[in-house]
């Protein structure tokens, strides 16, 4: 069974621009959800999404949004890019809703690297 | 202050050791999680607990409800251990998850 794919992996962008990173669940899952993490805040939380509903949504700017189609792919935008956004983003599938989904394993992806000079 | 502390920020042992990491939070959770991230980014889920114990090969989480307390344990550690682990509560107030800021953990050989 193939894993989470995300895509691209690496990305240079420079500010003021807007950036779309690809997810691509595991087959079968339904629930992603998507992270950012940098060195000095670590890992947080961005939003879930679940059967094309966005179920859950962090403390993120409304620069920052995603949507999720009807195949379970989900995209996530950020417009105006800020410095401060240069991060890995992770994201994450189950079959279920919430970082489990009512099991003990969460899938992630590779993670897509985002520099913004 | 923050919500989840976890304590070392940095483990040095030697294989063989027996490693603990714990996580103290200050909020309600329904469940709490270990992840586990090495060298590269990629994150492995390790755990999901709501209560009491679970063993999975040789690691071993355990989690206090009443004391807002895990630990996370490895038991005859090896150098393949070596990672960022981090714990992740899950708030019963709206689902969300929280993370800690991670423990580095380096295993000898």
């Known amino acids: 069974k193939a894993g989470v794919t995300q895509t691209p992996r690496y990305l240079i962008k420079t500010r003021g621009q807007q950036v779309t990173l690809s997810c691509s669940p595991i087959?079968?899952?339904?629930?992603v959800s998507w992270y950012q993490q940098t060195p000095g805040q670590g890992l947080q939380f961005l939003f879930e999404?679940?059967?094309?509903?966005?179920?859950n949504k962090g403390n993120f700017p409304g620069r920052f949004s995603g949507r999720q189609f009807s195949n379970s792919r989900s995209e996530m935008n950020v417009s105006t890019l800020e410095l401060g956004d240069s991060a890995l983003y992770l994201c994450?599938?189950?079959?279920?809703?919430?970082?489990?989904?009512?099991?003990?394993?969460?899938?992630f992806g590779p993670g897509t690297r985002l520099t913004v000079l | 202050k923050n919500e989840v502390e976890q304590s070392p920020q940095n483990l040095t042992a030697q294989e063989g050791e027996f490693i603990t990491i714990n996580c103290s939070y200050s909020?309600?959770?329904?469940?709490l999680h270990w992840l586990q991230q090495h060298p590269g980014g990629g994150i492995v889920s390790l755990f999901m607990?709501?209560?009491g114990k679970k063993k999975h090969g040789r690691l071993i989480a355990t989690i206090n409800i009443q004391e807002k307390h895990s630990s996370l344990h490895i038991t005859a550690s090896h150098p393949r251990d070596s990672a960022v682990y981090i714990c992740?509560?899950?708030?019963?107030?709206?689902?969300?998850?929280?993370f800690g800021k991670g423990t580095r953990l380096h295993i000898l050989p």
């Open positions: 994450a599938s189950s079959l279920l809703p919430g970082l489990a989904g009512g099991t003990d394993t969460q899938y």
């Open positions: 087959s079968g899952h339904r629930s």
């Open positions: 999404y679940f059967s094309e509903t966005q179920r």
């Open positions: 909020v309600g959770i329904s469940a």
């Open positions: 607990l709501s209560s």
């Open positions: 992740a509560p899950q708030l019963n107030r709206d689902d969300k998850i929280i």
